[in-house]
Every structure is written in C-alpha cells, then in structure tokens.
C-alpha cells in the first residue's frame, strides 16, 4: 500500500500545512468556454532556467491536455509546454522538438499527483537540464529522451504564460483541479521546495511555498481570493479567461473529495465535465456513473439535482461488482444496487430487479435539491433520502448490501441525469453553503446530524 499511496497521494494526511481551495479546470468547447489563466509577460527573465510545479488531479484520462504553455513562438527557443497525451503519458516539449515524454501514464482520478518540472540548460550534464518529478520522486523512466543545447534559449519567461490550456493553437485544454501552483523565473527547484515526504506515512504532502524565490516572472497562486482567482499569494498576478467564483473547490491535496469515477464505464462511456460531477450522454441508452470512493462504514452526506426531463434518471448506491458492470453490461442486474428515480419510484436490484415500487414521494423538479444520507454504522444500514432539507424516504439496505462496500451511483437514460455534490465542487450555486458538523463540504441543506461529507479528512477519521 505504501507504494501506492507515494505514486498517488489521496489527500488522507492530516499536515501541519493543509491547502484550502483549488481551482476546477474545464475545457469546454475548447475555444471560447474552456477555462485557463494566461498573464502576457512584460519584461523577459532567465530563458534557460526555471521550474513549474503543481499539485494535480485530472478528471479525463482520453484527451490531450496542456498543464502549461511558456512563450509564443512555435519554435523549441520559444515555446516550452507541458501536457498530458492522449495515452495518458507526460510530456515535455518545445515548439519542435519532444524533450521528455514518460513512460508512466497518468489516469488515477481519484488521486492528487504532485507534478515538477526543472529546467537549466546551463547544465553541463545532458540529462540534467530538464527534470520531472512526480510526488517527489525524479522520473528517468522515458520513452523519448532529448536535450536541449547548453546555455540554450527556451521558452521561458518571456512572451506569455498560460497555465490549463496552448494558446499558441487554441486547444487541449485541461480537465481537472489545480491547487498550489508555482511557477519560478531564474530558480530550477527540487520537488523538496514545494513538499516533504510525510514521516508517519512516506506519503507526498506539500508544504508552504510562499518563501519560495519567485524571480521576475514567478507567481505562487493558491485560489484563495473567490472574488479574484488569478491574484497572486506571491510573484504575478494572472488573467482568468472564463474562471470565476464558481470555479473555486476545496478539493485539494490535503482534503480529497469523492468525484465520479471517470475510469468505471457503463454501459459505454459517458461525458464526465465541470470536475466529473457532471454526467451527459448523448443517445438512448442507459450509461451510468460510480463513485472514486467507496464506504464500508461511517455516515455520509451529499446532494445532487435533477437535470433534464423527470423520468428515466436513478441515484443511489451500488456495490463494486465484478468485470461485468463494465463496458456493455447491465450494471443494475450484475451489481447490488438500490436507487429512486426523481418521479417518485424506489428501485432494488439483486442479480434482478427484486423491488419497483412507485408513489413513494412527491416528483421532484429541476428546481429541487435531492440530500442523500448513508448510514453504514447501525446495526440495521439504511439510506435515507431529503428534498430541500426535508425527510421524503428511509430504505433499509438490502440485505445483500448489509457490511458490504458501497459506491455513490447514478444511471441516466438520454438527456437526463443529475449534477453531484459531493461536497468539494458542484456547478450548480449554492445559496446557503452549509458545511458538515467537521466544518467540510459545501452544500445547500446541511447534513444530518452526524453525516459527513465524502472526503479524507471524514474518512480518516469515520471511515
């Protein structure tokens, strides 16, 4: 486990440094809604040295993605990128030329990755004059190798800056959070200026980089300021380019919320966006969505709110199956699962439809905010479901579910589904931002008395 927790932080550890807010990233149309931050560079700094860092968490693992675009001249002296491949790969590059590429793929989405990257090409060592780190561990394991010339120019620090998105073709942008980025001018940084190996544990945790030295073009951005995304903590301010309040989260490397699982497919793949709390499909078929994180025991909170025609849209919970839920197969009848559908129906599966029961609350609309609560720790488990903060129904769980692990669930057919909150980031505005009783999550209707947002922080502590 431990080599699984240092290749992929889950935000579990408790730190004397806990990162408040991220930044959801999406790329929308990729042209005029995809969301990014660019600053236009005034006065040009260091060209062969610099360093890039960022904690991560990506919500699409089948696009190219761009974590950052240096420069704007399509040339290896002035352009300097990094992004995502559509095989899950890193890499590093040039106008021209592919400076690194990794052999490691990238498609946990229910991690935190905590991404470095140093240039110095005044390094008389080849190799040394481009690094990439990945939770604080240099990578050398790469598909493609090359190296700039010593003392050679890049596309640093001159030009522009984007950060989530190439501005030099307009595309790629990235889908995903960001917290904690730093990018520095003149400064080519170990992974140790940014985070420490956690001493209990052996995880990656980051820590305070405000002493950082930022250089000319530098600029430390934690997201903090809602009203102001691109403000700098230290170092430059960015433009935000279709980023407001809304796109704030406190989904980040120290409190890791649930999302959608954007690697569990069923029945074929449907669209994850806005962070994966966002499900769309785009014909007739019944395509659904599973959580990242599963619950044996505790009690949780989240909300979610119809989104289409009331029909044919489920959520609930499910169990984690076997191979069958995946591509092509009918989750509902191959899994334990218990969910209701916005019209009034409850449903239950095991291995068949074992119950359909309908007129057991009033339809919902679009309007209305549906609160669901799992309680794993009674002796009986039961889900209980709210609308706008008042008590419609309370199932217990099958008994096939009894002590078993469970997983948030939705299923939708064409144009309807529900938006999630889980309590980190949701796109719908939340008017009365209710936290749980630990003081986390964002919600509309707080949670029961004793119910918790799916996160971390709760996990570590109820799970």
């Not at 990257?117 to 939770?135: G, H, L």
């Not at 942008?173 to 520095?184: K, P, S, W």
């Not at 029945?267 to 499909?281: C, E, L, M, N």
């Not at 395509?287 to 025609?309: C, D, M, R």
Request: proline share 2%; hydrophobic share 35%; glycine share 10%.
């Amino acid at each position: 486990m431990e080599v699984l927790q240092r290749t992929a932080n889950r935000g579990s550890v408790s730190t004397g440094f806990d990162v408040a807010n991220s930044v959801k990233f999406d790329k929308g149309n990729d042209t005029t809604t995809v969301e990014f931050f660019e600053r236009n560079v005034s006065s040009a700094g260091s060209r062969t040295i610099g360093t890039f860092s960022a904690w991560i968490k990506k919500t699409d693992v089948t696009t190219a993605q761009y974590l950052f675009t240096f420069g704007n001249v399509d040339n290896d002296d002035g352009r300097t990128f990094a992004r995502f491949q559509t095989d899950g790969t890193l890499r590093v590059a040039g106008g021209s030329t592919t400076w690194r590429n990794t052999n490691r793929v990238f498609r946990d989405a229910s991690a935190w990755y905590h991404i470095v990257i140093a240039f110095d090409t005044t390094q008389s060592t080849a190799n040394n004059r481009i690094k990439v780190y990945v939770n604080g561990v240099q990578e050398t394991s790469f598909s493609t190798t090359n190296n700039p010339s010593e003392d050679g120019t890049l596309g640093l620090n001159f030009g522009k800056q984007a950060i989530g998105y190439n501005t030099i073709d307009n595309n790629s942008g990235f889908n995903g959070y960001m917290c904690e980025v730093v990018i520095q001018d003149g400064v080519a940084s170990a992974p140790t200026e940014f985070g420490e190996f956690d001493s209990a544990s052996g995880i990656w945790i980051p820590k305070d980089a405000s002493g950082a030295t930022m250089g000319t073009n530098g600029t430390y951005l934690k997201f903090e300021n809602a009203s102001s995304m691109g403000a700098a903590t230290a170092g430059n301010a960015f433009t935000v380019q279709n980023i407001n309040q809304a796109d704030q989260s406190t989904d980040t490397c120290t409190n890791n919320f649930c999302i959608w699982n954007i690697l569990w497919e069923y029945a074929s793949y449907p669209t994850f966006s806005q962070g994966a709390t966002k499900v769309r499909i785009d014909d007739s078929t019944d395509e659904g969505a599973k959580a990242t994180i599963g619950l044996t025991n505790g009690k949780w909170y989240w909300e979610a709110k119809p989104v289409g025609t009331i029909g044919s849209q489920f959520i609930g919970i499910q169990t984690d199956g076997d191979s069958n839920i995946y591509s092509n197969a009918n989750s509902l009848l191959n899994n334990y699962t218990m969910v209701i559908e916005p019209q009034g129906r409850y449903y239950s599966y095991a291995g068949s439809l074992s119950e359909s029961s309908a007129g057991q609350f009033t339809a919902l609309s679009t309007s209305d905010w549906l609160g669901i609560a799992l309680d794993m720790d009674s002796a009986t488990q039961t889900i209980k479901y709210y609308a706008n903060g008042s008590l419609i129904l309370t199932r217990n769980l099958i008994s096939e579910m009894q002590g078993q692990t469970v997983f948030p669930f939705l299923c939708n057919y064409e144009n309807r589904s529900f938006d999630i909150n889980f309590g980190g980031y949701t796109i719908n505005t939340i008017s009365s931002a209710a936290n749980d009783e630990n003081g986390y999550g964002t919600f509309e209707y707080a949670p029961p008395s004793g119910y918790y947002a799916i996160c971390t922080k709760n996990l570590a502590e109820y799970g």
